[in-house]
Structures are given as structure tokens and as C-alpha cells.
């Protein structure tokens, strides 16, 4: 490694504290952004302590040592990439910010050159233009690949808490319950559906579970399917189902799959099944 080199690495190093403030002082008043002037105390210290590592991790590119630099590289974008997709950062509005400290690290490294410019050759210069806007360019890279993983981790999660939700059982009484379904049925909520409900029945000791059809707009064959499934599988495990609110359209869908609902308990109405149900726990 050049001794120019290390003089800039070093005195890059110093100036960490001076960078982050500089950078910091380019905000401008935004409404519900991190990034805004009017940010709490708290979130510019976040932002000054995540700011001094990306500093940290461009700084790195100008040793001979590749490693460091994607070690850096990589713990910088796991920790930007997860604070932005949970304060719900626009990935825009990150690489603004970015492109923000890229023209602040310039500012410094050219007042290196500016103080130090007889000893500095333009292929100095040029080799350190290369280096730092090649690790610049990377990290962006990086920071976009690793909040669209989390970003996507987060919308799954929340896709699959929507499905959970969307599907409910009902306890009436200790050992019944019922669920009704609203709305629309595609194959990922029925799949769900078939992944959850079980569980949740064996969890609240359901031992006959009422199934209403009643409020489903759409249906097609697959979904009946994976309804005919569910059904096998909580007799399996002890819980019987009656089905309610069966339309002609989703017995015609049934009938076309071969599936056979005739060993299964079923009502054109959940107050149908209710009357019969609480009639014979009566009697």
C-alpha cells in the first residue's frame, strides 16, 4: 500500500465525526421521513451512528484488503437495509440519502488532494476516484438486493397474518366452533387455510367445527379442494366438520373434481345446521 494512500485513509478516519455532520446539516424539513430535519433526537443519533458506518465501509475499499471491505459491506447493508424496511423508508428516499453522502465523502477527499497536491499525482487521484465510486456503486447494489429480502420477508409475513385473520374460528361452546369465510378464495388462502386450522382446532380442543360458505363470493375447483382436504384432515385428527351455505356453483365445482361431500354433514344455512346442532346437545 502507497504511504499517500495510507495518509488518505487516515485522515479520512479523522474526519468521520466532521462527514456525518456535514451530511447531516444537507437535510431539509419532510414530512414523516427519517431522513427529515425535524427528526427526533433519537433517530439523528440513529442516523449519525449508521452514517459513520457507511463511511466506515467506503473507507475500508481504499486498504488492500477485498474481504474487509464485503465483511463491511455486508453487515452495513443487513443493518441500513433492515432499519429502513421497518421504519417503511421508501428505497428512493435511501438513495438520495446515499447519493447525499457521496458528494460529502468528495468534499473531504478533495480537500486531502487540495492540502496535499504537490505530493499527489494524477494517477493517485484517478486510482481513488476509481476505488471509491466502485465501492459506492457496490453498496448500492448491496443495499437494494438486501431491502428488497427483507421488504419481501415483511409483506409475506404480513400476507400470511391477513390469510390467518381472514379465516377465524369462533368457539360457541367449549368443543364447537365455527369459521366463517368472507370474500373472495384463491388457492394461497386455502392453502393457509388448510396449513392453519387444524392446528387452531387442536389448540382449543374443537371437536366439530362448522365450516360456513355462505359469505365466499368466488370459488373454484382448487379451493374446493383444499376445503375437501380440510375436512379429511380434521376427521383424521378427531374433529368433525359440517359444511353450511354450499351454492350450486361450488357443488357443481365438487362434483367435476370427484370429490365426495356425502360423508360429510352439510346445511344450506348455518342457522339450519345451528337448529339441528343445539337441538340434540338439548335433547
Avoid at 463491511?72 to 421504519?87: D, H, P
Avoid at 394461497?188 to 380442543?205: G, W
Wanted: negative net charge; proline residues 3%; glycine residues 2%.
Amino acid at each position: 500500500m502507497k504511504r499517500i494512500d495510507l495518509e488518505l485513509y487516515e485522515y479520512l478516519v479523522s474526519k468521520f465525526p466532521e462527514i456525518t455532520e456535514v451530511w447531516l446539516a444537507m437535510r431539509r424539513v419532510e414530512e414523516g421521513s427519517i431522513y427529515s430535519l425535524t427528526a427526533s433526537e433519537k433517530m439523528e443519533q440513529k442516523l449519525r451512528e449508521q452514517n459513520r458506518l457507511t463511511i466506515l465501509t467506503i473507507t475500508s475499499s481504499l486498504l488492500e484488503d477485498p474481504k474487509l471491505f464485503e465483511k463491511n459491506k455486508k453487515e452495513w447493508a443487513e443493518v441500513v437495509a433492515l432499519s429502513r424496511v421497518n421504519s417503511n423508508t421508501p428505497i428512493e428516499d435511501v438513495l438520495e440519502a446515499l447519493s447525499n453522502v457521496r458528494l460529502t465523502y468528495w468534499r473531504f477527499l478533495k480537500g486531502f488532494y487540495v492540502t496535499n497536491e504537490e505530493r499527489i499525482t494524477i494517477k493517485d487521484y484517478v486510482r481513488w476516484s476509481e476505488t471509491i465510486n466502485s465501492a459506492f456503486d457496490q453498496i448500492y447494489v448491496d443495499f437494494a438486493e438486501t431491502y428488497n429480502k427483507f421488504m419481501s420477508t415483511k409483506l409475506t409475513a404480513q400476507q400470511t397474518l391477513i390469510n390467518e385473520l381472514s379465516s377465524p374460528v369462533i368457539k360457541l361452546t367449549p368443543t364447537i366452533g365455527v369459521m366463517p369465510l368472507i370474500g373472495d378464495m384463491d388457492d394461497v388462502r386455502a392453502r393457509v387455510m388448510l396449513q392453519s386450522i387444524p392446528e387452531k382446532c387442536l389448540e382449543t380442543d374443537i371437536i366439530h367445527l362448522f365450516i360456513d360458505l355462505s359469505g365466499v363470493s368466488v370459488i373454484d375447483t382448487l379451493v374446493a379442494q383444499q376445503i375437501f382436504r380440510l375436512t379429511q384432515v380434521l376427521s383424521l385428527l378427531g374433529t368433525k366438520c359440517t359444511i353450511t351455505g354450499i351454492r350450486p356453483e361450488i357443488a357443481h365445482a365438487s362434483t367435476e373434481l370427484g370429490l365426495d361431500f356425502t360423508t360429510i354433514e352439510t346445511f344450506s344455512s348455518l342457522q339450519q345446521a345451528f337448529s339441528k346442532e343445539f337441538k340434540v346437545i338439548a335433547n
